[in-house]
């Protein structure tokens, strides 16, 4: 498994290490002491989702305001482009974002660690993306920023309009969202 620095701090896009033949691949997708090591602090998961979405889907930008979630995301089906949005308000990089390309082909993990902003938008015609995170999912502490806030400029790369959840076309401006300390 090999991690790179993305131009964020503590951003991490993580290769495994896979071996193919003719007859297809292997690789782990987790190891709790490569990754212990990789991010440099001991990480525990606690529960993993699985989305199923369709060509243009835009799920984002949720972030947990108390129970902050890190992710650990990759597609395995189809391919997106998944956003990391640094909200944490004493990081050099506050409001700055990160955009790569996951797909089931390159077989490339994001990691997220708390005090960031999450979305997704698919190019493929479908994707499914897996992710494990930190802590549990808890409705009431859930934030959600718009994801085309001019704040951001965020280029979602999108070649149609992008198909929204009532909760994401109705999310917070930057400027006012609730934000990490």
């Known amino acids: 498994m090999k991690a790179t620095q993305t131009a964020i701090k503590d951003l991490l896009l993580i290769e495994p290490k896979v071996f193919g033949d003719d007859r297809g691949f292997f690789f782990e997708s987790f190891n709790k002491r490569q990754f212990s090591e ?90 499914e993306l897996l992710y494990k995170t930190t802590d549990y999912w808890y409705p009431e502490h859930e934030r959600c920023i718009r994801w085309d806030d001019h704040n951001l400029a965020i280029d979602w790369q999108l070649q149609a309009t992008p198909i929204l959840s009532n909760k994401d076309a109705q999310g917070a401006s930057f400027n006012n969202a609730e934000l990490f300390a």
């Open 38 to 127: 990789l991010v440099g602090r001991e990480i525990g998961f606690v529960q993993d989702n699985h989305s199923r979405s369709v060509k243009s889907v835009l799920r984002g930008l949720h972030y947990q305001i108390q129970h902050p979630q890190g992710k650990l995301v990759r597609a395995i089906q189809g391919s997106l482009l998944d956003i990391a949005v640094d909200i944490r308000k004493n990081s050099p990089t506050f409001g700055k974002h990160i955009a790569i390309e996951l797909s089931a082909e390159n077989k490339r993990m994001l990691w997220i660690p708390e005090g960031f902003a999450h979305g997704f938008v698919v190019l493929s015609d479908t994707a």
